[in-house]
Nanobody, 122 residues
Framework: QVQLVESGGGLVQAGGSLRLSCAAS????????MGWFRQAPGKEREFVAV????????QYSDSVKGRFTISRDNAKNTVYLQMNSLKPEDTAVYYC???????????????WGQGTQVTVSS
């Protein structure tokens, strides 16, 4: 079992930055894929970014590439999503998730956090 708890969401103006955190517990995650997804009102949940917990692999959606960065603090067992140059279209509930390997395919993710709201005002 893996437990994931997100934090760090909030309200920010367009062009601003936020950092989301995802604290993981429950088992060793070495080769797991730690992903971030988001879901805007009336839309399907979509892939944002993923990294292999142990490093060596990252992937971003085209819509966030160059603006968002996924990273990890091993000592804190925490994955981060640094979001810069935020746009109103980034407004969504952001979810942290864990899969047995790094992938953008949402169906592969077995463990999910509760989500954190990010709102970007224009």
């Amino acid at each position: 079992q893996v437990q994931l708890v997100e934090s760090g969401g909030g309200l920010v103006q367009a062009g601003g930055s936020l950092r989301l955190s995802c604290a993981a517990s429950g088992r060793t995650l070495n080769n797991y894929g730690m992903g971030w997804f988001r879901q805007a009102p009336g839309k399907e949940r979509e892939f944002v970014a993923v990294r292999r917990w142990s490093g060596g692999y990252t992937q971003y959606s085209d819509s966030v590439k160059g603006r968002f960065t996924i990273s990890r603090d091993n000592a804190k067992n925490t994955v981060y999503l640094q979001m810069n140059s935020l746009k109103p279209e980034d407004t969504a509930v952001y979810y942290c998730a864990a899969a047995e390997f790094p992938t953008s395919r949402i169906g592969e993710y077995r463990y999910w956090g509760q989500g954190t709201q990010v709102t970007v005002s224009s």
